[in-house]
């Protein structure tokens, strides 16, 4: 199993940013898909960003195009979430999350194929 801790939530004004960063244990990182989810109250839990174990592959769901930019150091076993432009829509818990065995390097889409999990970190957008 692989430990993930994320920081760098906190609250923001609309149109201000934050990063998020998600640290891994272990010495394999560099072979998990890594995604960023979030979820806010009422709502269910979706995938808002995620990129593959390279780094050369990434997604990002609608609403955040443009906005939100995933990267990670693999030196650092670490994965970043940039937000900026940030609306109240976006208040959530953000949670990381690794795909330790993903079969090429792509992005994983699907939750269920994510096996480690963050403790989340709260992130709130003030209009």
């Known amino acids: 199993q692989v430990q993930l801790v994320e920081s760098g939530g906190g609250l923001v004004q609309a149109g201000g940013s934050l990063r998020l960063s998600c640290a891994a244990s272990g010495r394999t990182f560099s072979n998990f898909a890594m995604g960023w989810f979030r979820q806010a109250p009422g709502n269910e839990r979706e995938l808002v960003a995620a990129?593959?174990?390279?780094?050369?592959?990434?997604y990002y769901t609608n609403s955040v195009k443009g906005r939100f930019t995933i990267s990670r150091d693999n030196a650092k076993n670490t994965v970043y979430l940039q937000m900026d432009r940030l609306k109240p829509a976006d208040t959530a818990v953000y949670y990381c999350?690794?795909?330790?065995?993903?079969?090429?390097?792509?992005?994983?889409?699907?939750?269920?194929?994510?096996?480690?999990w963050g403790q989340g970190t709260q992130v709130t957008v003030s209009s």
């Open positions: 990129i593959s174990y390279s780094g050369g592959d990434t």
């Open positions: 999350a690794a795909d330790r065995a993903p079969l090429w390097d792509l992005v994983t889409i699907f939750e269920s194929a994510y096996d480690s």
